[in-house]
Nanobody, 124 residues
Framework: QVQLVESGGGLVQAGGSLRLSCVAS????????MGWFRQAPGKEREYVAS????????YYANSVKGRFTISRDNAKSTVYLQMTSLKPEDTAVYLC?????????????????WGQGTQVTVSS
């Protein structure tokens, strides 16, 4: 079993930046593909970014490409999401997820473990 705990959310003005962190329990973190998703009120969970077990491959949703960067530190069992040039439409609960099978999945159904999320609110 893996537990994921997100942090770093908050209230920020449009154009600002935030860095989210997700710390994983367990010794097998370095084997997992990791992803970030977000969910706004009344909307479906949306893919944001994902990264391979070694950090060598990263994918992004078109809506965040060029503004967000996903990274990981396997020694700290942590995955990060650096968010810049934030927009009001980025407002959502951001969740991290872990995939037990080596890969870089982009759909919610491919992930095995989920965190509780951290709220990001971008004011205009």
């Amino acid at each position: 079993q893996v537990q994921l705990v997100e942090s770093g959310g908050g209230l920020v003005q449009a154009g600002g930046s935030l860095r989210l962190s997700c710390v994983a329990s367990g010794r097998t973190f370095k084997r997992y593909g990791m992803g970030w998703f977000r969910q706004a009120p009344g909307k479906e969970r949306e893919y944001v970014a994902s990264i391979s077990w070694d950090g060598g491959i990263a994918y992004y949703a078109n809506s965040v490409k060029g503004r967000f960067t996903i990274s990981r530190d396997n020694a700290k069992s942590t995955v990060y999401l650096q968010m810049t040039s934030l927009k009001p439409e980025d407002t959502a609960v951001y969740l991290c997820a872990a995939d037990r099978i080596l890969g870089v999945p982009t759909s919610t159904s491919e992930y095995d473990y989920w965190g509780q999320g951290t709220q990001v609110t971008v004011s205009s």
